[in-house]
DNA sequence: CTGAAAGCGCTTACAG
DNA sequence: CTGAAAGCGCTTACAG
C-alpha cells in the first residue's frame, strides 16, 4: 500500500478526481495534464489498489467458480476452458472446492454473500443448486456447467449425452456387433441414464441386442468397471460389443477382458464416454464419446460475464454436440456419423517390428 | 449491497463501533448488546462486505496461485491439496493460469501489484520466478511448488526426484533386471536430470547397466514414449528393463511393447515416474514413482499460510519423499525399501476365468 | 477540462 | 463497555 492516488494527485498539482479520470481511460482530460500524471505513475510505479477500487466501484471484477472435487477427470479441462476466456477478459477466477462437504459450501455461500464475487460459476452443483437458485434469483448472476444431464432451472450449458450413447450405438452397428453389454453408473446419475437411454433406442429396430441381462450398473471407477466385466463374465454372458459410460469405467473393462483373454477389439469392441485422461492411456487406446469439456467451460464463462455487461443469457440451457473419437478398441470402420479420426493413420503405419 | 452496519447499528441503537466489535468475536461488549446486534443480524440477513473489510484492514484473505496450465496430469492433485488447507483456513484462492503467455503473467503481475491477493503460491514459475523474487523482496510472501527440481531462490517445495531415480533402480535389481534403459526428458527439465542421475548412480557396481546408447530422450508425451521405444527397437538394443521419466511416456512405451509383441512385464519390466492418472489405467497397471503432489501442494498452502501469519518459513526448501507403488507393469519381488504395494493382494487373487 | 466533497462499508485508535 | 471520528484508497456526481 505504498504508493497511493492521493500522492500522485500531489506530485502532479492535480486532484484525485484527475488522476482517477486518467486511470480510467476517459478522454476529457487535458493531453499534457494527463502525459504528466502518466509519467509520475510510471516513475513511481503506482498501481491502484484493487480492494479500493471494489469498494468504490461497488463490484469486484472476480468470478466465483465451485467445483465439487478438482481431480475429476474432466475437470482440468473443464477449468482451462473457464480460465481461457475468463483471464482475459480481466476477471479474477476465485476458486472453491466443495470437496469439504457443508463447511465448504458454508465459506462459499459466505463469500458470495458477502459480495467477494460479481457471478458464479457453478459446475454440479448438487445440493448447494437450491442455494444457487435464491441467489440467482435475488439477482446474483450464476451460470452452472451440468455434466450430469439434469437440468438446472438456471441459464446451464451441457452436453447432449442422448446424443453421444446414440454415437456409440452407431458405431457398434457399423462394426458389426449385434450382441451389445453395458456399463452404466455411478447410481443416480442422470447423464448415464440419458447416456443408456440413446445407446438403447439407436439398437431397437437394428439386429442388434441389448439385453437386460448385459446392463449392469458400476460406480464409475476404472475397478468398478473391472468388477462389471467380470460379473458379466461370471454369469456366462457373450457380448461383442461393450459400453462404458465413463472412460475410467472403461478402462478397467479392458483390463477384465485381457486378463479374460478376450481380444479387443476382435472380439469385444469397447466404447467409452467422456474422452478423459485415462482414454488415450489405455491399451489398445479407448474408442471414446468425445464431450467438450474445454468448450463448456469457457461458454459458460462467456455466458456470466456476457450477463454481468447486462448482455441478456438464453434461459434455455446451452447444449453441446458430443463427438465419436476413434482409437484402437473398436474396429476401424467406415465413417460413422459425428465421428473423429485420431492417430488411426499414424498407427496404421506403424513398421511390424 | 443491501443491509450495511450502519443499518445493524442503527436498528440496534448502537455505534458502528459495537457492532464491529461483535462482528469480530471481542470479549469487551455487553452481553445483552451482542445479543440484540447478534438478533438484528440474524433478522436481517446481515453479511459484512469482503470489500470493505478488506480495504479498512489492509489485507485480502485471498492467496494467489499461478500455475502454468491446468491440465498438467498432477495439476489437480497439487490443486486439490492447495485447496483443502486454504479453504479451511478461511483463505480464498485465485486462481491465475500463466497459459496465455505474457498477457496472462502481466496480469498476474498486476492483480499482485494491486494487492489483490496477501501472498502467492507458484507452482513452476518458469519465466516468471525473477519477477517473483522481486515480489519477495518487496515483501510480499511468495512460496514456490517445484515439480521441476530446479531449486528456487525462494521458500519452496519439491520432492526428492534423485532418490526416486534411485529408487525405480532398486526395483528393477529386485526383479533381477540386468539390461536397462530409460526414457529421459522434455527436454531442459532438472527433474528428468536428477531423475536419470539417481537410476543411474544407484545401478554402478551393481551387475545392472544402463548404456548411453540405452537412454533416449522424449517430450513428455504418451506419444514420445512410443516414439522412443520404437527407436530404441529399431536398433536393435536389447533391455530387460525401463525406466520413464513420466508416466505419460512409460504409457506409450508400454503400448510400443505390446504391439512388438514383447511381454510385460516377463520381458520387460516397466517402471514410471509421479503416479499421475494414465498410471492405474494402463495394461498393465503401471508400476511407478509416487511423487506427493497432494502433499505437496498442502505444505506449500500451510508454508504460506504460517508465512502470512507472522510464522517464519524455512529458507531451506521442504524436499518431500517419493515411494515406489507396484503394479502390474513389474514383476512381483520381495519387498523393496520405500514400496508401496497397491491392489497387488486383489489382482493376485483374481479368478483364472 | 478540473476540483471539492461525499460516498463505498468497514476498522481502529482515542476518549470517556 | 461504548461512541465519535478518522481512515482505508478509490469513484462519482455536482459545480464551475
Redo the contacts with the bound molecule.
Sequence with gaps: ?????????RLA?????????V??G?????????ARIEEIMAETG????S???D????RTRTLGVLAPTLHTPWMPELLQGVADVVEPSGYGLLLHSAAGGAPALERFAANVRGHAVDGVLAVDPGVALEHLRDLHRDGLPVVVVDTGGSPAPLPSVGADYTDGGRRAAELMLAAGRLRLAMITGPEGDPAGAACAEGFADRLTGTGAVLRASHVTEADGTEQGGYDAVQRLMRARLFFDGLFAHGDPMAAGALRALQEAGRQVPGEVAVVGFGDVPPAAYTLPPLTTVRVPWSDMGAAAARALIGRLRGEPVAEEPMVFETSLVSRGSTPPVGRVPGQRNRRAARTAELPAF
Design positions: 500500500m505504498r504508493v497511493t492516488i492521493a500522492d500522485v494527485a498539482g492535480v486532484s484525485k478526481a484527475t488522476v482517477s479520470r486511470l480510467n476517459r478522454p476529457d482530460v487535458d493531453r499534457a495534464t494527463q503506482y498501481v491502484p489498489s480492494r479500493a477500487v469498494l468504490a466501484r461497488g
